[in-house]
């Protein structure tokens, strides 16, 4: 589970650039939740993710996980518990080395450190299974180079590598965007059925209010940095873009012609 209590964050604070990124933000997921995240840019998106996973520390408030206070705790150990993909294919995988390379890293994250082989014939029949999942026939390419990939088949390699350990909490972070349709439909669908084989508990960002929609059990919706919208299991199943929209303009109080092109369809 994850818990923000009071989450504050300010860049360039007392200047003429002063910029509330985070203001007040309490939030809760549950073990298996799997909410959705819109705003509009500047919302404040980016910025809740990066506290959740320790690349930016609040300057007051806690982050929780499982009960534990990890507000201090640096970026790279909260990986152990924490998967994330990010919007940029080419972020989270090493292109240098080979897909068999990059799963063997990715299976260690959370165990510990030792001299032994890396890979062993057990393991590697483990990887072509988890890759057949993928239907990209990734599995007969075990020897290939990452970086030779395409944008669509490295995004679902290192969706792949975050669930891998069955993280405490997944991150996606607008994972789809910089795909073409086809791929983001892919690795759309290939997100829906990876958080629900292994009940993930996940936190995902994206502009589109479609795929908001069309996932997960909870939605948030934010704005200057704060969430001036939850809804719940119950009610989001009759949501609808435009009524979503309507929402966003009752509790913003002004049209809506710049930010229907920011969350976009």
Do not use: W
Request: net charge neutral; proline share 2%; glycine share 6%.
């Amino acid at each position: 589970m994850l818990k923000l209590e009071q989450i504050n964050k300010i860049f360039n604070e007392a200047t003429l650039d002063e910029k509330i990124a985070l203001d007040q933000i309490n939030l809760e997921l549950k073990s298996g939740d799997f909410v959705t995240v819109i705003g509009s840019n500047g919302a404040g998106k980016s910025t809740l993710m990066n506290m959740i996973s320790g690349a930016l520390i609040p300057d007051f408030g806690n982050v929780l996980i499982d009960e534990k206070n990890v507000t201090k705790l640096p970026e790279f150990k909260r990986s152990q518990f924490i998967g994330r993909v990010f919007q940029d294919p080419m972020a989270g995988t090493a292109p240098n080395m080979t897909i068999e390379e990059n799963l063997a890293m990715a299976y260690s994250r959370n165990k510990k450190r030792g001299l032994r082989k890396g890979v062993d014939k057990k393991r590697r029949e483990f990887f072509r299974e988890s890759l057949e999942s993928l239907h990209l026939n990734l599995e007969n390419r075990l020897n290939a180079k990452v970086g030779l990939l395409s944008g669509g088949e490295r995004q679902a390699l290192s969706l792949l590598m975050a669930t891998f350990t069955k993280p405490s909490i997944l991150l996606l972070d607008e994972h789809t965007a910089a795909l073409d349709p086809s791929r983001a439909e892919l690795i759309t669908n290939l997100t829906k059925q990876l958080v629900e084989k292994d009940k993930l508990t996940t936190l995902m960002v994206t502009h589109n209010m479609q795929q908001a929609l069309d996932l997960g059990n909870r939605l948030i919706m934010m704005d200057k940095g704060q969430i001036i919208l939850e809804v719940n299991s119950d009610k989001k199943h009759e949501l609808t873009i435009d009524k979503l929209m309507a929402e966003f303009q009752r509790i913003r109080g002004e049209k809506m012609t710049d930010d229907k092109a920011l969350l976009t369809i």
